[in-house]
């Protein structure tokens, strides 16, 4: 199977001491640090106009840009905003590693923001909400980016040896992150019924790395990890344990199997 990656979600951290708990994590045998950015809206002032991702507001390129300083660790940062394009150069600057964006959010300008992402040197991955098919994210999966030399980028849904173009592209995104909640909120109950998505992403994805974040613990990890998932965000089971170590290492087990 693919390797497992246990990644805490420093939203359940106490963010006033973020590099020791971030250090307490990977002391406990934590992969990746899950970082979720939040563009937050005020329901109670706009309750109509939703010009953000989620109600809430968390952190944003500063905060990474402290942490990165005490850790080089690999910053799994999940971006629940409606311009994700407007982050990639201050999350690039600030020493994030892997940029995660919503397919809700940047069906108009796929292209552009995977090319950037990458090349900031960020790991680009792409994230839906439990009620989004996944048939959305297949396209970032399989188009090849194609450069042509007079006419710029074209996007093809087949290889074909074509004089004068020359291959530009990888597939563009590396992860998809098949979110297990609605996303703004840490410590919401895991939606059992986000399983078929990632059980039909496995099956056509066999290598791919599959994330999924929201209600994951140690009763809902074997769900989980069955369906094919390999990259596992915990928040509140992993920060409110009495033993982190133990249910990271649980998670990781059940992963393995
Ligand atoms: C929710 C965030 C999650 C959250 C998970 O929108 O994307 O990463 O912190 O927290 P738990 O594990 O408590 O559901
Ligand atoms: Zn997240």
Known sequence: GVAAKIAPSMLSSDFANLASEAQRMLDCGADWLHMDIMDGYNLKYCPLHKPHFVPNLTIGAPVIESLRKHTKAYLDCHLMVTNPLD??????????SGFTFHVEVSRDNWGE??????????????????????????????????????????????????????????????????????????????????????????????SLDIEVDGGLGPSTIDMAASAGANCIVAGSSVFGAPDSAQVISLMRKSVEE
């Open 87 to 96: 982050y990639v150069e201050p999350l690039g600057k600030a020493g994030a």
């Open 113 to 206: 923001l995977v090319q950037r992402i990458k090349s900031k040197g960020m790991r680009p991955g792409v994230s839906l909400k439990p009620g989004t098919p996944i048939e959305e994210v297949y396209p970032l999966l399989a188009i090849l980016m194609l450069r042509n030399r007079d006419m710029g980028i074209v996007v093809i849904y087949k290889v074909y040896i074509v004089q004068n173009l020359q291959v530009e592209g990888e597939y563009p995104v590396e992860m998809v992150l098949v979110m297990t909640v609605e996303p703004g909120f840490g410590g919401q109950k895991f939606i059992p019924e986000t399983m078929d998505k990632v059980r039909a992403l496995r099956k056509k994805y066999p």
